[in-house]
């Protein structure tokens, strides 16, 4: 993974001193709350309902056992002794007093960590595969691209204030993990005749006015593409709306303007560059960059592993385990392993000290020392040995971290809700473990098959309802918490949003109505091959809303 | 209000004439004065008859790009920031200063703040005024920052360039 050289290490800690400043001259009142608060935003520092909340970005949701371990220490020392993983494959804190804030960040900074533009209307953490550079079906590892996308955008003098937050994925697999068609801009990693670019999407988004991302150019090389980005950043930062923000982010201005005026825009932005503006990085840095991603030293194993067969053999819950949780890799007698932060009855993405530990040993000890954070607030161990498996099972298991439910339906997307956040409208955590509850038998989970529920406690959708194969929205109806159930939404290659099927529901009816929309689900299907998903493609929505409002 | 350019505060010899108000031959007092992009234009273009200001300021909405054929007789161009929220100016001023290699008195007005000075410098202002910053505080949040990461209109090497 990427490790900080000294111009790296310098930026991190200039950081530190210079938000300490600003704490104390917010602490001595010279600064006034409101020119602070885009300050310690832009810092990841929220005021939420009970405490400050701080954010602390994970570039491209990767991390070092080092690394993991010091978050550990600070969900201890600083918090309730537990953190809480994020969808932009960041960790946050939720009970961090704002004068510890500063020694937080210094004793991240030791670790090359740092809560840089994690919040704030500004250009945040680039996300990516959480299988990047392990993936049988990546073309190449976009990890290096999303590094030289992180420094270009640290601290760019001319996008600290935009509209409003802009979030960019890099995906290099045709079955697109990092949801990049619901991103400000995504990018998609193509070869063409020898020579690596990016296809790029712009305007996509979820929250209030969800949108499925614009193709503005197909191809763009890649010692081009940040030129490209400055491009697509200044027509935004001009030209995108401020006198209202929930119509400030990108993907109105891509709207409004209609795709064709929109690309006229960007591609004039883009010729009138002149050749002294150009980046011009060059060629040996890439490189640099790259090196650091190099594939681990993975010794040759065989295909099919003796041990992890007849551990399977004796353990049909290990075995259920190794169906459910692994992902191919590209090295034979190898797999991604998914340790399931969605256990039943735990917020979703919750994980307390000792589990970070527990984490960082095993990838220390098995993984390589690389460790993942999903989009969908799992983490992941990208490099594992078939052979290791039931090592690395038994000590998850016992920590509670055993869940065999990766892309299943308990293995929702939850964001923190009313109990934590206070833009939402509804509490979103206790619904979902209602509706976990229906689903906690293993083999019924499993026979289910892959069906993503997410869950947003407000129109905000940071919990992602809209591109949830169900999608579950909070909403305040004269103080009462109803439910709008969505149908449909997915955050991959086939990207589409979920639509609602109509009226809220009661908290208390929500579990039941999902088990009768899985139960016909399981009653249509061609074959246990046929998922939820193309069922319902199939079949329209008509059927399912009836079975989601039938009566008990 | 405080004018500090190049590491020192100085006296502003310069006086902005809003639109609608009467441009004398020889300006206020202190002879220097600036217009609006708009009256500017104007007056170039002979819609308004009067003595043709050196000094521009633009609004955020303003479009840089007309300014480009005058740069050279301009001496100042103000660029406002209403709210510091609004990014706009500092792309107007990476386009007069990057794009156009404006040379001039690039000057940040309105809503400046300390902590907005180091990105202000980066995209090519090189004086401010403010009444929320003295100058020992500017000289400060220039300095806060001994690494960058991307070329901008000021004249720091980024990261990529010091490590080759």
Same mark, same amino acid.
């Given at each position: 993974?990427?490790?900080?050289?000294?111009?790296?290490?310098?930026?991190?800690?200039?950081?530190?001193?210079?938000?300490?400043?600003?704490?104390?001259?917010?602490?001595?009142?010279?600064?006034?709350?409101?020119?602070?608060?885009?300050?310690?935003?832009?810092?990841?520092?929220?005021?939420?309902?009970?405490?400050?909340?701080?954010?602390?970005?994970?570039?491209?949701?990767?991390?070092?056992?080092?690394?993991?371990?010091?978050?550990?220490?600070?969900?201890?020392?600083?918090?309730?002794?537990?953190?809480?993983?994020?969808?932009?494959?960041?960790?946050?804190?939720?009970?961090?007093?704002?004068?510890?804030?500063?020694?937080?960040?210094?004793?991240?900074?030791?670790?090359e960590m740092h809560a840089i533009q994690t919040s704030g209307n500004c250009i945040r953490n680039t996300t990516t595969d959480h299988f990047a550079g392990a993936a049988q079906d990546e073309v190449l590892d976009p990890r290096p691209w999303c590094e030289i996308i992180r420094q270009w955008s640290t601290f760019h003098p001319e996008f600290a204030f935009l509209p409003r937050k802009f979030k960019i994925a890099v995906t290099a697999a045709e079955h697109d993990r990092a949801a990049i068609r619901v991103h400000d801009v995504g990018l998609h990693i193509r070869q063409r005749d020898g020579v690596t670019g990016f296809e790029v999407w712009v305007g996509g988004g979820q929250g209030r006015t969800p949108v499925i991302a614009t193709l503005v150019n197909p191809f763009v090389p890649e010692n081009q593409i940040l030129d490209y980005l400055e491009a697509i950043m200044r027509v935004y930062n001009r030209y995108g709306r401020r006198d209202n923000k929930y119509k400030a982010r990108i993907k109105i201005l891509v709207t409004e303007l209609g795709d064709a005026e929109y690309i006229r825009q960007v591609e004039e932005e883009f010729a009138a560059q002149r050749a002294h503006e150009k980046i011009d990085m060059p060629a040996e840095e890439i490189a640099r960059i790259h090196a650091y991603f190099s594939p681990p030293g993975l010794a040759e194993k065989p295909a099919v592993s003796k041990h992890l067969e007849s551990a399977k053999a004796a353990d049909p819950?290990?075995?259920?385990?190794?169906?459910?949780?692994?992902?191919?890799?590209?090295?034979?007698?190898?797999?991604?392993?998914?340790?399931?932060?969605?256990?039943?009855?735990?917020?979703?993405?919750?994980?307390?000290?000792?589990?970070?530990?527990?984490?960082?040993?095993?990838?220390?000890?098995?993984?390589?020392?690389?460790?993942?954070?999903?989009?969908?607030?799992?983490?992941?161990?990208?490099?594992?040995?078939?052979?290791?498996?039931?090592?690395?099972?038994?000590?998850?298991?016992?920590?509670?971290?055993?869940?065999?439910?990766?892309?299943?339906?308990?293995?929702?997307?939850?964001?923190?809700?009313?109990?934590?956040?206070?833009?939402?409208?509804?509490?979103?955590?206790?619904?979902?473990?209602?509706?976990?509850?229906?689903?906690?038998?293993?083999?019924?989970?499993?026979?289910?098959?892959?069906?993503?529920?997410?869950?947003?406690?407000?129109?905000?959708?940071?919990?992602?309802?809209?591109?949830?194969?169900?999608?579950?929205?909070?909403?305040?109806?004269?103080?009462?918490?109803?439910?709008?159930?969505?149908?449909?939404?997915?955050?991959?290659?086939?990207?589409?949003?979920?639509?609602?099927?109509?009226?809220?529901?009661?908290?208390?009816?929500?579990?039941?109505?999902?088990?009768?929309?899985?139960?016909?689900?399981?009653?249509?299907?061609?074959?246990?091959?046929?998922?939820?998903?193309?069922?319902?493609?199939?079949?329209?929505?008509?059927?399912?809303?009836?079975?989601?409002?039938?009566?008990? | 209000?405080?004018?500090? @350019?190049?590491?020192?505060?100085?006296?502003?010899?310069?006086?902005?004439?809003?639109?609608?108000?009467?441009?004398?031959?020889?300006?206020?007092? @202190?002879?220097?004065?600036?217009?609006?992009?708009?009256?500017?234009?104007?007056? @170039?273009?002979?819609?308004?008859?009067?003595?043709?200001?050196?000094?521009?300021?633009?609004?955020?909405?303003?479009?840089?790009?007309?300014?480009?054929?005058?740069?050279?007789?301009?001496?100042?161009?103000?660029?406002?920031?209403?709210?510091?929220?609004?990014?706009?100016?500092?792309?107007?001023?990476?386009?007069?200063?990057?794009?156009?290699?404006?040379?001039?008195?690039?000057?940040?007005?309105?809503?400046?703040?300390?902590?907005?000075?180091?990105?202000?410098?980066?995209?090519?202002?090189?004086?401010?005024?403010?009444?929320?910053?003295?100058?020992?505080?500017?000289?400060?949040?220039?300095?806060?920052?001994?690494?960058?990461?991307?070329?901008?209109?000021?004249?720091?090497?980024?990261?990529?360039?010091?490590?080759?």
């Amino acid at each position: 993974m990427y490790r900080y050289d000294q111009f790296d290490a310098r930026i991190v800690a200039e950081r530190v001193a210079q938000f300490r400043g600003q704490v104390a001259r917010r602490l001595s009142g010279e600064l006034l709350e409101d020119e602070f608060k885009p300050l310690r935003l832009q810092n990841g520092v929220y005021l939420q309902l009970h405490a400050y909340m701080l954010r602390i970005a994970i570039p491209y949701g990767q991390l070092s056992p080092v690394q993991l371990r010091c978050l550990a220490e600070v969900a201890r020392d600083y918090d309730r002794g537990f953190g809480h993983f994020t969808t932009r494959q960041n960790i946050q804190f939720n009970w961090v007093a704002l004068k510890d804030i500063p020694d937080v960040l210094e004793k991240l900074a030791e670790v090359e960590m740092h809560a840089i533009q994690t919040s704030g209307n500004c250009i945040r953490n680039t996300t990516t595969d959480h299988f990047a550079g392990a993936a049988q079906d990546e073309v190449l590892d976009p990890r290096p691209w999303c590094e030289i996308i992180r420094q270009w955008s640290t601290f760019h003098p001319e996008f600290a204030f935009l509209p409003r937050k802009f979030k960019i994925a890099v995906t290099a697999a045709e079955h697109d993990r990092a949801a990049i068609r619901v991103h400000d801009v995504g990018l998609h990693i193509r070869q063409r005749d020898g020579v690596t670019g990016f296809e790029v999407w712009v305007g996509g988004g979820q929250g209030r006015t969800p949108v499925i991302a614009t193709l503005v150019n197909p191809f763009v090389p890649e010692n081009q593409i940040l030129d490209y980005l400055e491009a697509i950043m200044r027509v935004y930062n001009r030209y995108g709306r401020r006198d209202n923000k929930y119509k400030a982010r990108i993907k109105i201005l891509v709207t409004e303007l209609g795709d064709a005026e929109y690309i006229r825009q960007v591609e004039e932005e883009f010729a009138a560059q002149r050749a002294h503006e150009k980046i011009d990085m060059p060629a040996e840095e890439i490189a640099r960059i790259h090196a650091y991603f190099s594939p681990p030293g993975l010794a040759e194993k065989p295909a099919v592993s003796k041990h992890l067969e007849s551990a399977k053999a004796a353990d049909p819950a290990f075995a259920r385990w190794t169906r459910v949780n692994l992902h191919p890799h590209k090295a034979q007698g190898y797999a991604s392993v998914t340790v399931s932060l969605k256990p039943i009855g735990i917020a979703p993405g919750d994980a307390t000290d000792t589990q970070m530990e527990l984490v960082a040993d095993l990838a220390e000890k098995y993984g390589h020392g690389d460790i993942r954070v999903s989009h969908a607030q799992n983490l992941i161990l990208p490099h594992v040995a078939l052979d290791d498996l039931p090592e690395i099972y038994a000590a998850l298991d016992a920590a509670g971290l055993g869940a065999a439910n990766e892309s299943r339906i308990t293995d929702m997307i939850v964001c923190p809700g009313l109990d934590y956040c206070n833009l939402a409208n509804a509490r979103s955590i206790p619904v979902s473990l209602e509706v976990q509850k229906l689903f906690a038998d293993p083999a019924y989970e499993e026979d289910i098959g892959r069906l993503h529920i997410n869950v947003s406690g407000c129109i905000n959708a940071c919990g992602h309802h809209h591109v949830g194969h169900i999608g579950i929205l909070g909403v305040d109806k004269k103080g009462e918490e109803f439910y709008q159930i969505l149908l449909g939404g997915r955050a991959d290659e086939k990207a589409a949003l979920g639509t609602i099927v109509g009226p809220g529901l009661k908290a208390d009816e929500v579990p039941g109505a999902i088990h009768r929309v899985v139960e016909f689900y399981r009653t249509q299907r061609t074959s246990k091959d046929e998922k939820f998903i193309d069922t319902l493609e199939r079949l329209g929505h008509q059927p399912f809303q009836e079975a989601l409002y039938a009566a008990d | 209000m405080p004018l500090i @350019k190049n590491g020192a505060e100085i006296a502003n010899e310069w006086t902005f004439v809003p639109d609608g108000a009467v441009l004398r031959e020889g300006g206020p007092e @202190k002879g220097k004065v600036s217009v609006s992009l708009a009256r500017f234009l104007g007056l @170039k273009q002979g819609q308004e008859n009067g003595p043709l200001p050196d000094g521009v300021r633009l609004g955020p909405a303003d479009t840089a790009e007309d300014l480009e054929p005058y740069l050279s007789e301009l001496s100042l161009i103000e660029v406002d920031f209403p709210r510091y929220t609004d990014g706009r100016g500092y792309s107007q001023a990476q386009l007069l200063r990057r794009r156009y290699q404006y040379t001039g008195e690039l000057r940040a007005v309105g809503h400046v703040l300390r902590d907005q000075i180091f990105y202000m410098h980066r995209s090519g202002f090189d004086a401010y005024v403010t009444r929320r910053a003295g100058l020992s505080e500017i000289v400060e949040a220039l300095k806060e920052y001994s690494v960058v990461y991307q070329p901008a209109a000021d004249t720091s090497p980024p990261a990529f360039r010091r490590r080759s």
